[in-house]
């Protein structure tokens, strides 16, 4: 089975810090995304990574970066934490093989005070 | 550009009881569409995908889904509910052209009632 895993399944910070969220899998996937998740909203895209230090923006990148050094492993990063990326982070990833399906890890709920 | 419209925010319903989950979609190519479900404090797990053929496609724990072309739907089906598919449900659609992600729905609560 196809394991994604993130660090933290919560996680509580303050304005102004800098926020490393981390997520591995385990299936050697060339593709990997990082969601937002609100009530009503539905998952938005922020950033996804093609392959090693590959990534384009998604719909709502302001406020975000990203880093993939290892295909394994995509971090998001929040340079300056605000209120308002208080939110469920969602990883996922997908084989260029398969049928665009993508496997998600269980999610962080970030809590910015 | 593609979106996804869940038309439910949520549908309570009784245990045994059907349920379908509303869907449509709008894109200018051709499609990918696949229904999610979100089981509390758990990440996604795939019910079900349409990539081609057969427009009726049947997914795990009894789900089906029918993709209707001229309609831009995929609603998402169960002829009887139980307790356990509590949940929410979200419908994702790729395009076979551009972006590589998924857009997602706004996702529907299925609240299954004794």
């Known amino acids: 089975d196809v394991k994604v895993t993130q660090s933290s399944r919560y996680l509580v910070k303050r304005t102004g810090e800098k926020v490393f969220l981390e997520c591995v899998q385990d299936?050697?996937?060339?593709?990997m995304f990082w969601y937002r998740q609100d009530p009503g909203l539905g998952l938005r895209l922020i950033y996804f990574?093609?392959?090693?230090?590959?990534?384009e923006k998604g719909d709502i990148p302001e406020g975000y970066s990203v880093s993939r050094e290892k295909k394994e492993r995509f971090s998001l990063i929040l340079e300056s934490a605000s209120t308002n990326q208080t939110s469920m982070y969602l990883c996922?990833?997908?084989?260029?093989?398969?049928?665009?399906?993508?496997?998600f890890g269980p999610g962080t709920r970030l809590t910015v005070t | 550009a593609q979106s996804v419209t869940q038309l439910d925010s949520q549908v309570p319903v009784f245990e045994e009881a059907p349920v379908e989950l509303r869907c449509n979609y709008s894109s200018s190519v051709s499609v990918y569409l696949f229904w999610y479900v979100q089981y509390p404090n758990q990440g996604l797990q795939l019910l079900l995908k349409y990539l081609s053929g057969s427009t009726l496609v049947k997914g795990i724990n009894g789900f089906e889904a029918e993709f209707n072309k001229s309609q831009t739907s995929f609603h998402l089906r169960k002829p009887s509910v139980h307790i356990s598919d509590t949940a929410e449900y979200f419908c994702?659609?790729?395009?076979?052209?551009?972006?590589?992600?998924?857009?997602f729905g706004s996702g529907t609560r299925l609240q299954v009632q004794p």
């Open positions: 299936m050697d996937h060339e593709n």
């Open positions: 996922a990833s997908r084989d260029l093989s398969s049928s665009y399906e993508q496997y």
């Open positions: 994702a659609v790729r395009s076979d052209t551009g972006r590589r992600a998924l857009t």
């Open positions: 990574s093609y392959d090693v230090k590959m990534k």
